[in-house]
Every structure is written in structure tokens, then in C-alpha cells.
């Protein structure tokens, strides 16, 4: 079976030799030594799991290296073996980037991992000889079982800055373990939803905020399966938005698309004697269409929302 250290790329090295030749690459002789092109910023630590496709790693792995790009990063990945009694593995993968200017370069490098899921001891020990030790850690967890998140609690995760996972991608709730500081935890998805969140707010702010708040009674967020995290963060934020927290009666629910819609995410918010706010993002579309009627006449606005790109995303939730 392809193990997804394989599938990275880079060099294969001793894990012992990894550090040693990473001094050696930036260091190289006055002429052409790397060194002032690279100013790592942080630690980044990708972490996967084991049900992580080739596919998945390779496409996580490239963003990161995006990241990277604007935000000069030493990153780790740690890769699980299939199969358990595994000796660990290394690789090693640096690029520099030519800038916009073409007067600028910027170099990262990537530390690659291969290790058995039981050696929780010597997965810590070698992360801590890797890290860049005098700069904050951020941990990117990608569909890591809960138990195994639970244990690193006290070791993996003892230093980091902050803690990242994608709630679409994630079999679990992944933001309700016993986290020991919550404030830490930080979900892609709702980085995501930053361009949703500032073009239907500016529209929502042109209405009268006790127009907004007058007979409403009920919430309701439809989503296709793998947007579900990003509807958990919508629902929140139309929640936080609109209800007072003393008001129990508003009716608010997450609702499952039918698998043959070409919709993607929506929300439908209903108030009494008839009148809605209904927001639609289709597949495939930066177009969405919302339609109200809190003035007595219903009036239809189509808005272009342009995504983050995956790296944008990153740096939305780490930094913001």
C-alpha cells in the first residue's frame, strides 16, 4: 500500500540526517548561500491522519507550501503509516519563490515525516528537534481520530500557538473535545465564510437593525454534505446576529440539501405575517441571489462573492 510520505515530495533521508542537511542546503558557501532568503516566521505542522487520501495530502501539502509563500514558514507534516511497527521515515523539500518584482525571493522548506500511530513519545521528541524553537507553532490537524488528539493534549500540543482543523472535511465534531484551552482551536471553515459574512452583513446593515430583530421566528441553513461545517459557522453567525440571547421561542435548524440540488449553502430567516430574508449560493457559482421582504415589497439582489483561496484561508484563521 502507498504510504502518504510517499507521495510528497522531497528527499529521502535518515530522520537522524534531516537537520544536519537542512544547515548544510541554506548554508552552502558565501557566493550562493539561501540563508538571507530565507526568515521563517513560524512553525507550521501539518498533521494527518490515516484515512487522508494520496489525493488530499498532496493538494493539503501544496497549500501549506502557498502559505509558505507569503508567510515564511518552517513546515513539518507528519504522515501515519497504513500499518503500525513501521521505523520512521524523513524527507526533506525546500523551494524558493521569485516575487512579483522578480527582485525578491523567498525560500521555505518542508519537513516530512513517516511515523507508526503508537509512537507518541518519539513523535514528540523528533517534532521538537525539527521546530524552529524560538517561533510561535501552529498545528493543522486533517482527519485525526479524537483519541488520538485527546492524547497528544499533553505533549504534541502543549506549546502551540494555535490549533487548526477543517469541520467539512472531519468525520467528527472535532471543536467539542475537552480542548484545554479552547481559545486555541481555530476552524477553517469559519475563516471560510469571511467574503459570506462581509457581503451579506453590508447588505443586512442597510436594513433597520429592530426591522431585522421585529416578529422573527425562525433560522434555517440548508447545506450540501461537504459544506457542513461552513453552515454550523453561518447558522452561528445569523444566531449571534439576530436573537437575543433571553429569546428561546426563534426556531433555528441545519438542514441537509437533497443530493440532486444545484444549490450549495442557503439560509432561509422567516418573521411573522408572512415576510423573509432568503439568501442562495448555487454549485459552481460565485453568483448568489437574495430575496426580501421586510419593507412590504420584495426586492431581489444577486451578489458576487469571490472565495478565499485555500491559503488565504489559512492565514484568515491563523492570524485573524
Same mark, same amino acid.
Given at each position: 500500500m502507498t504510504e502518504l510520505i510517499d507521495v510528497l515530495p522531497g528527499i529521502e533521508l535518515p530522520v537522524g540526517a534531516v537537520s544536519e542537511?537542512?544547515?548544510?542546503?541554506? /548554508? /552552502?558557501?558565501?557566493?550562493?548561500?539561501l540563508s538571507e532568503f530565507r526568515a521563517s516566521q513560524m512553525n507550521l505542522v501539518l498533521h494527518f491522519g490515516r484515512t487522508v487520501s494520496s489525493e488530499s495530502a498532496k493538494a493539503r501539502f501544496e497549500v501549506a507550501v502557498r502559505?509558505?509563500?507569503?508567510?515564511?514558514?518552517?513546515?513539518?507534516?507528519?504522515?501515519?503509516?497504513?500499518?503500525?511497527?513501521?521505523?520512521?521515515?524523513?524527507?526533506?523539500?525546500?523551494?524558493?519563490?521569485? /516575487?512579483?518584482s522578480h527582485r525578491e525571493m523567498c525560500c521555505c522548506e518542508a519537513l516530512i515525516l513517516g511515523f507508526s500511530s503508537e509512537d507518541n513519545g518519539f513523535l514528540f521528541n523528533q517534532v521538537s528537534v525539527w521546530l524552529e524553537s524560538d517561533?510561535?507553532?501552529?498545528h493543522w490537524f486533517s482527519e485525526v481520530r479524537a483519541e488520538r488528539v485527546v492524547k497528544y493534549f499533553d505533549h504534541l500540543l502543549k506549546r502551540v500557538h494555535r490549533i487548526l482543523f477543517d469541520s467539512n472535511i472531519e468525520s467528527y465534531p472535532i471543536r467539542d473535545l475537552p480542548w484545554p484551552n479552547s481559545q486555541k482551536v481555530v476552524d477553517l471553515a469559519r475563516a471560510r465564510l469571511l467574503p459570506i459574512r462581509q457581503a451579506i452583513g453590508q447588505y443586512l446593515s442597510g436594513i433597520p437593525f429592530e426591522l431585522l430583530r421585529k416578529e422573527l421566528c425562525v433560522i434555517n441553513v440548508h447545506f450540501v454534505p461537504k459544506r457542513k461545517g461552513d453552515a454550523f459557522h453561518l447558522m452561528q453567525w445569523l444566531e449571534y446576529g439576530l436573537k437575543s440571547i433571553e429569546d428561546t421561542s426563534i426556531d433555528s435548524k441545519l438542514i441537509e440539501l437533497k443530493p440532486n440540488s444545484n444549490k450549495s449553502l442557503c439560509f432561509e430567516i422567516q418573521y411573522g405575517h408572512g415576510q423573509f430574508i432568503h439568501w442562495t449560493q448555487f454549485e459552481d457559482s460565485?453568483?448568489?441571489?437574495l430575496t426580501q421582504n421586510l419593507g412590504g415589497i420584495e426586492k431581489k439582489l444577486s451578489i458576487q462573492i469571490k472565495p478565499l483561496l485555500p491559503e488565504q484561508e489559512l492565514s484568515e484563521a491563523f492570524y485573524f
Open positions: 542537511e537542512l544547515s548544510k542546503m541554506w /548554508g /552552502g558557501n558565501k557566493e550562493n548561500a502559505f509558505a509563500q507569503r508567510y515564511p514558514s518552517r513546515i513539518i507534516v507528519l504522515c501515519p503509516f497504513s500499518k503500525d511497527n513501521q521505523p520512521m521515515q524523513a524527507k526533506l523539500f525546500s523551494q524558493c519563490f521569485i /516575487g512579483d517561533l510561535p507553532i501552529y460565485s453568483i448568489s441571489h
